[in-house]
């Protein structure tokens, strides 16, 4: 069965690109110009990815990832968003609703195609957890089958890259992690891909984990480390 990807975008040139390309590597590609169509078209055939434009005739793609987002059957499918906003809030805000990842135009058709194919490959290799179904260190407690991390019993609220980036490390505690390695793991990306994205996302992990945050080092001019033991 194909895998089948739905692209929102109003703009009929990108439209046409990404359609072709993506038909190219055989996924079974469904296009959409406006958010009233892509609800349409997923409620009658789920696409197992979403590429999402944010300015769409009918309103905000933001809108439409919240609804993908929030809904039981459909909050497991990975959104990309399209961009031509380079405006960091725009980016946070989309993290925040969910979205998987981000692309800011003008994008490169190879990177963006790259992007689909390591979310696609990440969901089939994440497995559900087998072993304990929560990690505790100090006063942090990652629960693996919620997806849920607490700092002291308080809820801290991560994207799902954050919390995965948060389990690899410390899942490797005590040993450093390349920027490379993190990318290749974490992320799924070639090193064609800025490591800068490494450090942009450890930035606000640190910040949203606050004093526990303290447990992942920086190896300068290596990539980081999460604390052997939590003192
Ligand atoms: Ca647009």
């Not at 692209?7 to 040139?13: C, K, L, R, Y």
């Not at 300015?55 to 031509?84: H, Q, W, Y």
């Not at 980016?91 to 979205?99: M, N, Q, S, T, Y």
């Amino acid at each position: 069965m194909a895998i089948k990807i739905l692209i929102v975008e109003d703009e009929p040139d990108i439209r046409k690109t990404l359609q072709y390309n993506l038909a190219k590597e055989s996924y079974d590609v469904a296009t959409a110009g406006s958010i009233s169509e892509a609800k349409l078209l997923t409620n009658q055939n789920q696409p197992h990815l979403i590429i999402l434009d944010l300015m769409l005739p009918d309103g905000s793609g933001l809108d439409f990832c919240r609804d993908i987002k929030s809904a039981e059957d459909t909050k497991n499918i990975p959104v990309i968003i399209l961009t031509a906003k380079t405006d960091e809030v725009d980016r946070v805000v989309g993290f925040e609703l969910g979205a998987d990842d981000y692309v800011t135009k003008p994008f490169s058709v190879r990177e963006l195609v790259l992007r689909v194919k390591a979310i696609l490959k990440r969901g089939a290799v994440e497995t559900p957890s087998d072993d304990s179904s929560s990690h505790n260190f100090g006063g942090l407690e990652l629960n693996l089958e919620a997806h849920q991390v607490f700092i002291d019993s308080k809820e801290v609220v991560l994207t799902a890259l954050e919390f995965r980036l948060l389990k690899h490390l410390l899942d490797r505690r005590g040993r450093v992690q390349t920027r490379d390695q993190l990318l290749g793991d974490v992320w799924g990306y070639s090193s064609e891909v800025t490591t800068r994205t490494v450090d942009t996302h450890i930035k606000r992990l640190r910040e949203k984990l606050g004093p526990v945050g303290d447990y992942i080092q920086t190896i300068r001019g290596v990539g980081y480390r999460f604390s052997r033991n939590p003192d």
